[in-house]
């Protein structure tokens, strides 16, 4: 859920990206809803690498880079929670 996080996020004074799906069902795989609502590892990475670019902590294209590598923009290439039971 990322409804609370973006919340609190004016009173954070570090860089922050909520995560979430905010409640709504999905009737797919685990991993295609993961990477739909992109809260798999993969996305977080990607994510994480935005705002390091935006900081200038690394190269501009490296965001662009993992999105294409880990195909984040395919709902069915993700790998992410194929384990365990109905949450």
Do not use: W
Request: charged letters at 25%; glycine letters at 12%.
């Amino acid at each position: 859920m990322k409804a609370v996080p973006d919340q609190i996020r004016q009173f954070i004074p570090n860089d922050f990206a909520s995560l979430g799906a905010d409640g709504f069902g999905f009737s797919d795989t685990r991993q295609a809803a993961r990477r739909y609502f992109k809260n798999d590892t993969h996305s977080i990475v990607a994510k994480t690498l935005q705002l390091l670019a935006a900081r200038g902590e690394v190269e501009e294209g490296a965001p662009s880079y993992a999105i294409d590598r880990y195909k984040l923009l395919d709902v069915n290439a993700g790998t992410t929670g194929g384990a365990g039971g109905d949450a």
